[in-house]
């Protein structure tokens, strides 16, 4: 997770080298549209001769080993989730992250079953990037990474934080690198279902970058962000702007 710090050093460069976009009709939460578009291509191309055929031949190992290897793999999460819950005052949601630790990996045998989730503790997945978000840093500008997908600084940066808790230290890098391809595999394919959705969006990435604006707002706001209010100041200004050149 090491390799993702130098997010936040590269988005205050490129911040510091952009320039106000003059199309008024422009995302600012994308000040990088250009270069993000041409990622979105590459990661395309990517998914398309790589990852989807890699993700179709991993679907031939028994479900029920799959899924003992993703809980596994979603356990080494908890102790994570635990200090960053701590860290939001969520002290109840902090105390069920770590009994879900406790209970699947004895228990559970090392996270390979999940046998906290019948008893009641229900996930609390909480990350550092949520952390500083909530505690008012600001987001930065969105991000089409090579192979990672959509992102913004701050939910990436804080992943170099995450990974100095236990137990990831302790990992070899082929256990890492193994961690890493049975997350992204079996992401790969539950989003299989979701693809003629995005097909039939007319610009599948703007399709993409709303959808997962809506995921992190509801991941700050444990799934009750706020409303924004329309403001029709500017609106009404316009119009009675136009509305007097017309009677001119």
Known sequence: MKKYGFLILLSLFMVGCSSTPEDPYADPRDPFEDFNRDMWEFNRDVDKAVLKP?????????????NSLYNAVENLDEPSSFVNNLLQWKVADAGISLGRFVVNSTVGLVGL?????????????????QTLAVWGVPEGPYLMLPLLGPTVVVDRGGDYADGQYFPYPLLSWPVDLARYAIKGLELRLRLRDQEQVL??????????????????????????????EENFDDFDDDFDEDFDDYDE
């Open 54 to 66: 890699a993700a179709e031949t991993y679907e031939y190992v028994p479900q029920p080993i799959r």
């Open 113 to 129: 079953f999940d046998v906290a989730t019948p008893m009641g503790l229900t996930k609390r997945e909480e990350s550092f990037g």
């Open 199 to 228: 097909e039939n969006s007319l610009d599948p990435y703007s399709f993409v970058k709303d959808v997962y604006y809506q995921r992190w707002q509801d991941q700050v706001f444990d799934g009750n962000p706020p409303i924004e």
